[in-house]
């Protein structure tokens, strides 16, 4: 199946048109389909056909096997996008294109360009040599400079609708059962990557996890207790952020019992009641929020101790 067909045929049209732009920015929350979308965009550009992409062309077929010696992907190294991997990437536009007429540089997660790297890059869009085009790819458009963004075309990906979603996970689990593929679809918020990590078996071992620690976000704990409880569950980036999804999902499950509104899709409807009985609304979307940002940050490559300080901080904070 394909994602994003919508906002694919728009570009393929415009790429087909002969309007190609420097740069565009590619913006979408996790797991919506960013790099999907920048490789279709780059294998259009790179099309040697005259109705782009063919599929079928050479080129067109070195770059779904992501052998095409002009289409150039950078992700950041570790913490951040550093000024050496900018200063690379600016001595490899200078060179001419191996193949064709254009070459595609593909920036993953570019929200992790430090500002300097991002001044860096900025000269090259400033004055871009001919026939490159820029793919940066963002959670947040806000978190790159604004002189960044007013060079770029920005193409919003959207969350996926659970239908699309849920049929995406059936082709790709046939074995999954009904009621996991529904959970998966309902926990996704849109996201097929999301959908995917929650199907797959690493994510396990964190629902578990979380649903463990529901007694210390729900019940009055103290800060460093529940500190030493979110440590002792996990440590490595991945597992707390898969662990903040889950723990999120949890508390709209107590919200929603508070709230009287939907059923439980986390907890079981008991768990949830009961959690809802013994905090207060304002505490309960206080944790909330704080999950939802704790995930965030994690996601932007925030150190996991001041990250969980901080969401401990302020789910303590919430229930005082
Ligand atoms: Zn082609």
Known sequence: ME????????????????????????EGAAGVGKTDFAMFAAATVLCTDDKKPCGSCLSCRKCKEGAHPDLHIFAPDGASFKIDLVREIKHRVTLTPNEGERSVYVLKDAHAMTAAAQNALLKVFEEPPAGVVFFLLTEKRESLLPTVRSRGRTVSLSAAEDGAILSYLKEKFPKADAAALQDAVRMAEGSYGKAEAILKKEGKAEREAALKLCDKVFYATGRYELYTAFLTQARKRESLIQLMDYLSVAARDVLCSKLGCGRSTLLSQEKADGYAAATTGK???ESLEALLDCGRSLRRNTDG?????????RITHGKG
């Open 283 to 285: 505490a309960v979307y």
């Open 305 to 313: 101790n001041t990250a969980l300080t901080e969401l401990c901080r």
């Open 3 to 26: 994602f994003n067909a919508k906002e694919k045929n728009a570009i393929a049209e415009e790429i087909n048109r002969g309007v190609i732009s420097n740069a565009y920015i590619v």
